[in-house]
């Protein structure tokens, strides 16, 4: 097992602070004072901006979650702002950047948080719903220089090549989290946690490292080895399983549609939906729609033509969505697996939370509506 010594640590914390003073990603919104400066040592910055930030960051790369942060910013600027709001309209803001539970986290968090000081301690903050050792790690060192260690999966990806680690990182946390403590540059943690993440997003890529312009590479295991990319080990990858969802848009003959609000527990859980379901072995799909809106909605609908089929993937599984436009037969709709139905006029479709892939099924929709 590689062991990192208080030199090697020491080396490889100079030459890293020393690469990112010029190449590292700055005019970060969140780590700026509000003169749009970065802090001298002793500044702290808001963790208001930082938490939400961090929370977006957990699955999303930042480049993709800046937009979505700075309307965040702009809808609710202060944790009252936040507080204030109802969840739906939290949601509202989150929709495109997925795994929702984080907006219902950070909304319950919230709560907690307000009308008292902001935690300065890692247990202050991960006793809060959605926040985790790194993101509480980073959070505290970025808004008050904390010297704590972050391990982010770009963090474990630098690391496990650094010392060419035989084992996939999260089998050996432990390990991990050690050697990127024995990496804090103790007057400075704020920096060396940023100057990490940023050689992992910009540098030490997941599938083509720059390791010509790495300051690490002197030291780096896996470049001595001639093959990178071999690292972080992983385990023997399961093959993801495969669905085909049927989906139907229901119009009423006023012209409405209906979609139904998922439960809280969950994959998105309280988001709105088109309702529909898996399609079970042998059945044709308009016979699975009409069976899953019976079962969920309690409503008997003729299935008409298609309106669309798309593919999504999410972290374990694969779907595909063979949507078909529906005509209301019969039925007053009940929520019987959701937490509540409505009928709504199409162009009030985009006030409502949904999921990335019912998205596209709106923009389908009010498409095939205007023609
Ligand atoms: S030398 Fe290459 S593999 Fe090693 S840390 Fe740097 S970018 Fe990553």
Same mark, same amino acid.
């Given at each position: #097992?590689?062991?990192?010594?208080?030199?090697?640590?020491?080396?490889?914390?100079?030459?890293?602070?020393?690469?990112?003073?010029?190449?590292?990603?700055?005019? &970060?919104?969140?780590?700026?004072?509000?003169?749009?400066?970065?802090?001298?040592?002793?500044?702290?910055?808001?963790?208001?901006? &930082?938490?939400?930030?961090?929370?977006?960051?957990?699955?999303?790369?930042?480049?993709?979650?800046?937009?979505?942060? /700075?309307?965040?910013?702009?809808?609710?600027?202060?944790?009252?702002?936040?507080?204030?709001?109802?969840?739906?309209?939290?949601?509202?803001?989150?929709?495109?950047?997925?795994?929702?539970?984080?907006?219902?986290?950070?909304?319950?968090?919230?709560?907690?948080?307000?009308?008292?000081?902001?935690?300065? %301690?890692?247990?202050?903050?991960?006793?809060?719903?959605?926040?985790?050792?790194?993101?509480?790690?980073? &959070?505290?060192?970025?808004?008050?220089?904390?010297?704590?260690?972050?391990?982010?999966?770009?963090?474990?990806?630098?690391?496990?090549?650094? %010392?060419?680690?035989?084992?996939?990182?999260?089998?050996?946390?432990?390990?991990?989290?050690?050697?990127?403590?024995?990496?804090?540059?103790?007057?400075?943690?704020?920096?060396?946690?940023?100057?990490? #993440?940023?050689?992992?997003?910009?540098?030490?890529?997941?599938?083509?490292?720059?390791?010509?312009?790495?300051?690490?590479?002197?030291?780096?295991?896996?470049?001595?080895?001639?093959?990178?990319?071999?690292?972080?080990?992983?385990?023997?990858? /399961?093959? #993801?399983?495969?669905?085909? =969802?049927?989906?139907?848009?229901?119009?009423?003959?006023?012209?409405?549609?209906?979609?139904?609000?998922?439960?809280?527990?969950?994959?998105?859980?309280?988001?709105?939906?088109?309702?529909?379901?898996?399609?079970?072995?042998?059945?044709?799909?308009?016979?699975?729609?009409?069976?899953?809106? /019976?079962?969920?909605?309690? =409503?008997?609908?003729?299935?008409?033509?298609?309106? #669309?089929?798309?593919?999504?993937?999410?972290?374990?599984? /694969?779907?595909?969505?063979?949507?078909?436009?529906?005509?209301?037969?019969?039925?007053?709709?009940?929520?019987?697996?959701?937490?509540?139905?409505?009928?709504?006029?199409?162009?009030?479709?985009?006030?409502?939370?949904?999921?990335?892939?019912?998205?596209? =099924? &709106?923009?389908?929709?009010?498409?095939?509506? %205007?023609?």
């Amino acid at each position: #097992m590689p062991v990192l010594t208080k030199a090697d640590a020491v080396t490889l914390s100079t030459s890293l602070l020393v690469w990112w003073e010029r190449h590292g990603r700055g005019g &970060i919104p969140w780590k700026l004072l509000p003169s749009g400066v970065s802090p001298a040592l002793g500044q702290d910055l808001n963790p208001y901006g &930082i938490w939400i930030a961090e929370v977006m960051l957990q699955q999303t790369q930042l480049n993709v979650m800046l937009p979505y942060w /700075k309307r965040w910013m702009t809808v609710f600027p202060t944790l009252e702002n936040l507080v204030a709001a109802s969840l739906d309209e939290v949601r509202l803001q989150w929709q495109g950047l997925g795994y929702y539970s984080r907006a219902r986290r950070l909304h319950e968090a919230a709560q907690l948080l307000v009308g008292r000081p902001w935690p300065r %301690t890692l247990e202050g903050w991960m006793a809060l719903p959605g926040i985790g050792r790194t993101t509480a790690g980073s &959070i505290l060192s970025s808004a008050f220089n904390a010297s704590l260690p972050i391990l982010d999966g770009n963090v474990k990806r630098v690391l496990a090549r650094l %010392t060419a680690h035989a084992r996939p990182p999260a089998r050996d946390e432990a390990l991990f989290w050690s050697w990127s403590e024995a990496l804090l540059d103790p007057s400075r943690p704020r920096d060396i946690n940023q100057a990490l #993440m940023d050689l992992g997003a910009t540098i030490c890529t997941p599938r083509s490292p720059s390791c010509e312009r790495c300051p690490w590479q002197p030291q780096c295991a896996a470049y001595a080895s001639g093959d990178p990319c071999r690292w972080p080990v992983t385990d023997a990858t /399961k093959s #993801m399983p495969f669905q085909v =969802i049927g989906v139907g848009v229901v119009i009423s003959s006023a012209g409405t549609v209906l979609i139904d609000q998922r439960l809280e527990e969950g994959l998105l859980g309280g988001m709105w939906e088109f309702p529909g379901g898996k399609q079970e072995l042998g059945e044709t799909i308009q016979a699975c729609i009409a069976r899953e809106l /019976k079962e969920e909605l309690g =409503i008997a609908v003729t299935v008409g033509e298609e309106l #669309m089929t798309l593919e999504h993937a999410y972290s374990h599984k /694969k779907l595909r969505f063979v949507v078909h436009i529906c005509n209301w037969e019969s039925g007053d709709p009940q929520p019987l697996a959701s937490q509540q139905v409505r009928w709504v006029r199409p162009e009030d479709l985009r006030n409502y939370a949904f999921p990335a892939a019912n998205t596209k =099924i &709106i923009e389908s929709l009010l498409i095939k509506l %205007t023609q």
